[in-house]
């Protein structure tokens, strides 16, 4: 510490310019154009390492020539004026920066070359025949796609082709999870869906009010599929021969004609998500639901088209009330957040740009069928958001069921607390329908198909390896909201209590087992 500060001392000494007593420290003047030379040997000798004898003076005698060369190492023109210095640095201001640029440009250049790929345009590509012109076959005599167009594309795609094939039905969550972590080098993989884009479903609500740009929620499914070296076809599963392992599925051709072919599988996964529920309600035709970016676009459009329309000088009150009244049904978590949105862009950002009047105008109601909104969470979440919906003056109307929807009015009937069913009318220039999800038909179809092994109507069931029951044992997967895991408790109480008995030395065939369920 010591000899820090002591060097710390002797380095200020040096630094510091030469002080003669009764002088001023400031460097001698002669006139003005020797003035800029001293005034830089002045500065040069403030941080140039000196001796002590320079240090005690000798500066003074040394010409500014000499300090530059010492500090450029190069020779300076003698004798200039400072318009020719100017002109001097200038020069060699602009030579430096057109080199910097120069080689900036020249790396872009390199770079760039890097970036393309081949070109294939002039290359023979070889493309098998049967990929071209499939054989016909299966129940219905369709073309089978055992070869896919792109199988020779590459050696990394060649060599996958004669791997076992795992078919992929959807691009959702379940499908790109499973696509995210697959080993490339063990499946000839192709996915199928109708949506050619993996789409972020939590940040839709915040789609359809714009405060999230579409093309930000969604990323193509082939860029995915490409990691894995796989295939995709934008097509609809429609059926599975279970017993012939193949995928029955549907597009329309450019024609706009529906065509049908059937996709082969050693391995296949059913992840085709669900469907909104209808609850049986009429007039859902009056609704708008929110599962896909088209949903989203439609309701941006319609919340937009209404309060134009209720700006016009020939919309009476009435109708200004009814084009503001937003109507959710569904108190579960895609209604709650698509309620919170909205409020926020009638509030927020609305006033700032449309007549105040319709501030006024506007309300939100939230039709839920239990007793409280998000009723399958927990109790401290329900209520918090019961509490900010109530401040934000977000209508909550519990234990109400909606009965029919017609374009301009929602009809529902309300419980009350004496238990008194009261049917009520809303009108309405808005209704989202998010009242939960049900099977898709492809998943009612294979159910049927499978008959007595799948007896959830909601889901198709799989066991705990997530195999779909009534299948050969790992052909068949599912996964995502079309599955739901069988996990049969008293099956295996059963089967444990039999083993019990057996080995007490009883016969578990002609035991008897007795269950007592007891009230909570
Ligand atoms: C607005 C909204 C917000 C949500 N927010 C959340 C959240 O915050 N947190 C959360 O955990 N969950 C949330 N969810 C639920 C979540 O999105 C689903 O649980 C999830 O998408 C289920 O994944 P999946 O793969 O089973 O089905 P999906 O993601 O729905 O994907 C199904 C895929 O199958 C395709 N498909 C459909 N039919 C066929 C067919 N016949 N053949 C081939 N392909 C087919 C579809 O095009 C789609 O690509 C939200 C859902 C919505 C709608």
Redesign the pocket.
């Known amino acids: 510490m010591l000899r820090l500060a002591t060097s710390g001392r002797i380095a200020r000494a040096r630094l510091s310019p030469p002080i003669i007593a009764g002088t001023k420290p400031t460097p001698p003047c002669l006139n003005a154009k020797q003035s800029v030379f001293n005034a830089r040997t002045y500065r040069s000798n403030c941080w140039r390492p000196q001796n002590g004898l320079s240090a005690r003076g000798t500066q003074h005698k040394t010409t500014s020539h000499q300090i530059i060369r010492y500090v450029s190492g190069k020779p300076l023109p003698q004798s200039r004026s400072w318009l020719l210095n100017l002109l001097y640095r200038t020069a060699a201001l602009f030579g430096g920066s057109i080199l910097v640029i120069g080689v900036g440009v020249v790396g872009f250049f390199i770079y760039d070359s890097t970036t393309y790929r081949e070109d294939l345009s002039h290359q023979d590509i070889q493309v098998s025949e049967i990929a071209l012109c499939p054989r016909k076959g299966g129940p219905k005599n369709l073309p089978i796609a055992e070869v896919q167009i792109d199988d020779d594309d590459c050696s990394e795609m060649q060599r996958q082709k004669n791997k076992p094939k795992l078919v992929i039905?959807?691009?959702?969550?379940?499908?790109v999870a499973l696509l995210k972590t697959l080993n490339p080098d063990q499946f000839h993989i192709t996915v199928?869906?109708?949506?050619n884009y993996f789409?972020f479903?939590?940040m839709?609500?915040s789609a359809t009010v714009g405060t999230l740009e579409f093309r930000s929620l969604v990323e193509p499914i082939r860029r995915i599929v490409t990691r894995v070296k796989g295939h995709f076809m934008r097509a609809?599963?429609?059926n599975i021969e279970f017993s012939e392992k193949l995928v029955e599925c549907s597009q329309k051709d450019a024609n706009g004609n529906e065509v049908r072919f059937y996709l082969p599988y050693d391995k296949l996964v059913i992840?085709?998500?669900?469907t909104t529920n209808p609850h049986g309600v009429k007039g859902l035709e009056n609704c708008h639901f929110?599962?896909d970016i088209d949903d989203a676009q439609n309701i941006r459009n319609h919340i937009m088209t209404n309060l134009e329309y209720a700006c016009l000088p020939t919309t009476s009150d009435e109708e200004r009330k009814r084009l503001l009244s937003f109507v959710v049904s569904g108190g579960g978590?895609?209604g709650v957040?698509f309620a919170a949105e909205i409020f926020d862009l009638l509030n927020e950002d609305i006033t700032a740009h449309f007549p105040k009047l319709l501030r006024n105008e506007i309300s939100v109601h939230l039709i839920q069928s239990r007793g409280h909104i998000l009723n399958t969470y927990d109790e401290a979440v329900s209520k918090y958001a019961e509490e900010r919906f109530a401040h934000d003056q977000v209508d909550i109307l519990t234990n109400s069921r909606v009965k029919e929807v017609t374009p301009d009015k929602i009809i529902f009937t309300q419980k009350g607390e004496n238990g008194e069913t009261v049917t009520k009318e809303l009108p309405m220039g808005f209704c989202l329908w998010s009242t939960g999800v049900a099977q898709?038909d492809?998943c009612k179809r294979i159910s049927a198909a499978l008959g007595t092994s799948q007896r959830n109507t909601h889901a198709l069931e799989t066991d705990t390896h997530l195999r779909l029951n009534g299948t050969p044992l790992g052909d068949v997967y599912a996964?995502?909201?079309?599955a739901t895991v069988q996990n049969n408790v008293a099956d295996h109480l059963v089967t444990f209590l039999r083993t019990l008995a057996w080995e007490k030395g009883k016969d578990p065939e002609t035991s008897e087992y007795i269950f007592y369920t007891c009230p909570l």
């Open positions: 039905l959807g691009g959702g969550w379940g499908s199928v869906s109708p949506t789409l479903t939590p839709l609500p609809t599963a429609e992840g085709v998500g669900s929110l599962k978590p895609t957040e898709t492809f996964i995502g909201d079309c």
